[in-house]
């Protein structure tokens, strides 16, 4: 009796293990960010935070603004 011989190719390999391999990165990506993120000691100073809050809201407030004059 003989055994049938597979033919393993790159198709087949990607069809069984593609996921695996796609989660495996995924995994490494998020350690990769998890080990490179800020150090949140280094936050923004005060006077960064409060321009950066008025600019939001002057952003927001043009993009929610209904007058066709100003927009």
């Given at each position: 009796m003989y055994w049938k011989v597979r033919n393993?190719?790159?198709e087949h390999?990607?069809?069984q293990y593609?996921?695996?391999a796609a989660l495996?990165?995924?995994v490494l990506m998020n350690i990769l960010l998890l080990l490179t993120r800020p150090n949140p000691?280094?936050?923004?100073?005060?006077q960064e935070q409060k321009r950066f809050a008025e600019f939001?809201?002057?952003?927001?407030?043009h993009?929610?603004?209904?007058?066709?004059?100003?927009?």
């Open positions: 393993l190719g790159p390999l990607v069809r593609g996921v695996h495996a990165v995924s000691s280094a936050a923004i100073v005060k939001a809201r002057q952003v927001t407030q993009l929610l603004d209904g007058s066709y004059i100003s927009y």
